[in-house]
């Protein structure tokens, strides 16, 4: 499977992909900052950027809900 399930700005020229990808046999939730090629629209994925295993996702899920927790109990969120 090849699927990105979500886009969002990272700032005016990247942009952040969240998405499902096999490689070389292995499904992965990739989290990738995608830019923009100098003189076209064109968005081309970066180095930066993590893949995992798919079995990972619920330790990717608890370790979000944790910074998320943090950072309302610091008030900045």
Not at 17 to 30: A, T
Not at 45 to 63: F, Q
């Amino acid at each position: 499977m090849d699927k990105t399930v979500k886009t969002f700005k990272k700032n005016k020229f990247q942009e952040i992909r969240v998405g499902i990808r096999e490689y070389k046999g292995n499904d992965l939730v990739d989290i990738r900052t995608w830019t923009m090629t100098q003189g076209t629209d064109e968005m081309v994925p970066t180095s930066k950027g993590v893949s995992m295993n798919i079995h990972l996702i619920a330790e990717l899920k608890e370790a979000i809900e944790n910074v998320e927790k943090t950072l309302k109990e610091s008030l900045m969120l």
